[in-house]
């Protein structure tokens, strides 16, 4: 089955630098990568996604990006602010009689120092 | 309604018991999903639904966990005699239909057995 590894498990960047979080899939037939955003407390919500039909997206200071060939995609926010600091999981789909269920990574958490 | 609902939000229960964990989709939404999450772990699937069949239970941990939805709408996950390491948030999420689309997550339901 599918399996996401992501790392770092921790990162802290200073106010105003860039994040950036790796993540690698082993199912070569996955076509949908999301990321999510859990804040301490609260629930998961989804901040940005990719498709595999695309290798590049941006949402204001949020891009992600996919290397199908290599099976790795990225996220990465520019300009960090302290409303930044959470936990951030990448997903994708599995494929095959499974293909509705996302897998998701292990987490990272990033702290954004002032 | 306007979101994912879950309740209880919380729930203490005695070792041995039984638990219901209730979740209510959004309105339309045909895909529901149920994972589980640990302190300070990922998120970890447990069973989703399309419709009100369920075509992947491969992430029960047990056959002490059961999970059933009803007209395409609210969905319940029993856990029967209930062990500590049960405890976690039960998180349910929907999405429009099948397929790849970013999910809705409900708050949770925190679970302790004591």
């Known amino acids: 089955g599918e399996n996401v590894e992501q790392h770092p498990s921790t990162l802290s960047v200073q106010e105003g630098d860039s994040a950036v979080i790796k993540c690698t899939y082993s199912?070569?037939?996955?076509?949908?990568f999301p990321w999510y955003k859990q804040e301490l407390g609260k629930r998961p919500q989804l901040i940005i996604d990719?498709?595999?039909?695309?290798g590049e997206k941006k949402d204001q200071r949020i891009a992600v990006t996919l290397n199908k060939t290599a099976k790795h995609f990225s996220l990465h926010i520019t300009e960090t602010q302290p409303e930044d600091s959470a936990v951030y999981f990448c997903?994708?789909?599995?494929?095959?009689?499974?293909?509705?269920?996302?897998?998701f990574g292990s987490g990272t958490r990033l702290s954004i120092r002032p | 309604g306007a979101g994912v609902s879950q309740s209880p939000s919380n729930k203490v229960t005695e070792k041995g018991k039984d638990v219901e964990l209730r979740c209510d989709p959004i309105?339309?939404?045909?895909?529901l999903y149920w994972y589980r999450q640990s302190l300070g772990q990922g998120l970890e699937f447990l069973i989703y639904?399309?419709?009100?069949?369920?075509?992947?239970k491969s992430g029960l941990p047990s056959d002490r966990f059961s999970a059933e939805r009803t007209g395409g709408s609210v969905s319940t996950l029993t856990i029967q005699r209930t062990q500590q390491e049960d405890s976690a948030v039960y998180l349910c999420?929907?999405?429009?239909?099948?397929?790849?689309?970013?999910?809705?997550f409900g708050s949770g339901t925190r679970l302790t057995v004591v």
């Open positions: 999420a929907s999405s429009p239909r099948q397929g790849n689309y970013g999910y809705t």
């Open positions: 199912d070569s037939a996955s076509n949908y």
């Open positions: 990719i498709r595999s039909n695309v």
């Open positions: 997903a994708a789909t599995a494929s095959g009689s499974s293909a509705s269920k996302i897998i």
């Open positions: 309105s339309g939404h045909t895909a």
């Open positions: 639904f399309q419709g009100n069949s369920a075509p992947d």
